[in-house]
């Protein structure tokens, strides 16, 4: 199986979950933008710049190489009027499509990775097309826990469209985070009130 096939596949998925794509390279790359809402993210907005790859090899050394140029475009892309980290997060995706992954790649992309600073996120994803095996991180650390379950969705989706999840998950620790957050503030202001 070749690898030409899925990027056109690739494309309608993330125009169908509401990314905008901003460049595209005819069988090699594609990158798009999307900015959502998450409610059970504790409130917040995350700006989203994901990139599209194909490659027949795809190594250590191909990821690293892209990380620098791909967290330059997606940080010129998603300015925040918000303070990052204040209910508004940047995550970059990069999903490839290759004919083979090695080892050391399979590793990089089972591990999550954040960008220098706070509420940014770095995550690859792979689908080696001659095994049809895909390598991502289903790990979700502490810091961003309740972002996880989003990215994981999104890299799923377009490394495989017709298998993957059909919805994005809820991220029970983000909601209960808020639903604390609400009685925290909330039923000290009825007590208040009540007594008032």
Same mark, same amino acid.
């Given at each position: 199986?070749?690898?030409?096939?899925?990027?056109?596949?690739?494309?309608?998925?993330?125009?169908?979950?509401?990314?905008?794509?901003?460049?595209?390279?005819?069988?090699?790359?594609?990158?798009?933008?999307?900015?959502?809402?998450?409610?059970?993210?504790?409130?917040?907005?995350?700006?989203?710049?994901? !990139?599209?790859?194909?490659?027949? %090899?795809?190594? #250590?050394?191909?990821?690293?190489?892209? =990380?620098?140029?791909? &967290?330059? @475009?997606?940080?010129?892309?998603?300015?925040?009027?918000?303070?990052?980290?204040?209910?508004?997060?940047?995550?970059?995706?990069?999903?490839?499509?290759?004919?083979?992954?090695?080892?050391?790649?399979?590793?990089?992309?089972?591990?999550?990775?954040?960008?220098?600073?706070?509420?940014?996120?770095?995550?690859?994803?792979?689908?080696?097309?001659?095994?049809?095996?895909?390598? !991502?991180?289903?790990?979700?650390? %502490?810091?961003? #826990?309740?972002?996880?379950?989003?990215? =994981?969705?999104?890299? &799923?989706? @377009?490394?495989?469209?017709?298998?993957?999840?059909?919805?994005?998950?809820?991220?029970?620790?983000?909601?209960?985070?808020?639903?604390?957050?609400?009685?925290?503030?909330?039923?000290?202001?009825?007590?208040?009130?009540?007594?008032?």
């Amino acid at each position: 199986m070749t690898s030409e096939s899925f990027l056109p596949e690739q494309q309608a998925e993330l125009e169908r979950l509401g990314f905008k794509t901003l460049k595209t390279d005819p069988g090699t790359l594609i990158m798009a933008s999307g900015k959502f809402f998450y409610w059970d993210c504790i409130l917040t907005f995350m700006n989203y710049t994901v !990139f599209v790859r194909q490659v027949e %090899m795809l190594s #250590a050394a191909v990821i690293e190489s892209d =990380r620098t140029h791909f &967290q330059t @475009l997606a940080q010129a892309e998603n300015p925040s009027f918000l303070p990052r980290g204040m209910q508004s997060g940047n995550a970059v995706l990069i999903v490839y499509i290759a004919n083979t992954v090695d080892t050391d790649a399979q590793q990089i992309c089972q591990k999550p990775r954040s960008i220098s600073g706070f509420a940014k996120f770095y995550l690859t994803g792979a689908l080696d097309t001659s095994t049809g095996q895909q390598y !991502f991180s289903t790990k979700s650390p %502490m810091v961003g #826990a309740v972002y996880y379950g989003k990215f =994981r969705y999104f890299i &799923q989706r @377009l490394l495989d469209p017709k298998n993957a999840p059909a919805k994005q998950p809820t991220s029970i620790l983000g909601a209960g985070l808020l639903i604390m957050l609400v009685l925290m503030f909330v039923f000290p202001l009825i007590v208040l009130l009540a007594l008032g």
